[in-house]
């Protein structure tokens, strides 16, 4: 019979037979901590992606490369209870995307369309300011605004970015499936078909020419 392994907030940590667990009250192995909105277990994995990880996705690339390199641009966190391509599992994870430029451009995430194309993704605002961009197979390009308690729903085939267009951290949470994975390549190749920038101070989607 399969062993579990079982893992509370505390690290805490024991091996549960699944039979055993029959009338049992436990701890789930992962918090989401409302004091902080921090993701707290053994299994969370952490990301950071600094300025010296974003080359050719910012417009500007010479005032990228004038940046600190070092600088955090955004950080994931997430709890993948299953293994990777696992059909029918779900993953849960925060994006906090820190308030910033790239000349007049957004702090942003790379985006990505996912490897199984089909899969759709929920967002929600949880802190900050924000918008979500969107962009279809025809390269169509919209955005939802993104603040505390807004919810998004990426169908499948839709790209998906976060921009922070706030002062302070953007936090927004996320749930997706085990099996729909990460396409990169034909964002890092073709980009978004339009770009968020901040125009007379207010964020406007500007055609991407490049
Ligand atoms: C959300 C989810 C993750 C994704 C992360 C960062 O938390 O969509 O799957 O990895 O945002 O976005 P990206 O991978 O585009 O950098
Ligand atoms: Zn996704």
Redesign the pocket.
């Known amino acids: 019979m399969a062993v579990i392994h079982f893992n509370n907030p505390d690290n805490y940590s024991e091996e549960i037979n699944p039979a055993m667990k029959h009338l049992k009250v436990i701890k789930s192995p992962v918090e989401f901590r409302l004091a902080d909105y921090n993701l707290k277990g053994n299994s969370i994995i952490n990301q950071v992606r600094r300025i010296k990880d974003l080359s050719g996705i910012f417009l500007d690339e010479e005032t990228l490369k004038k940046m600190n390199a070092e600088l955090i641009v955004y950080t994931v966190q997430a709890w993948m209870p299953v293994d990777e391509s696992t059909p029918g599992g779900l993953y849960f994870g925060t994006s906090t995307i820190m308030p910033g430029k790239v000349d007049n451009e957004y702090f942003m995430t790379k985006g990505?369309?996912?490897a199984k194309s089909d899969?759709a993704?929920f967002y929600w605002g949880v802190q900050g300011k924000g918008m979500l961009i969107l962009m279809d197979r025809e390269r169509n390009t919209w955005a939802e605004e993104v603040y505390p308690g807004s919810l998004h729903y990426?169908g499948g085939e839709i790209a998906?970015r976060l921009a922070n267009i706030g002062s302070e951290n953007l936090i927004v949470g996320?749930c997706?499936p085990s099996d729909?994975g990460?396409n990169y390549d034909e964002i890092a190749t073709n980009g978004f078909s339009a770009r968020l920038l901040e125009v007379d101070n207010i964020p406007v989607l500007v055609e991407n020419k490049n």
Request: glycine share 0%; hydrophobic share 45%.
């Open positions: 990505h369309f996912h899969r993704e990426i998906h996320a997706w729909a990460h």
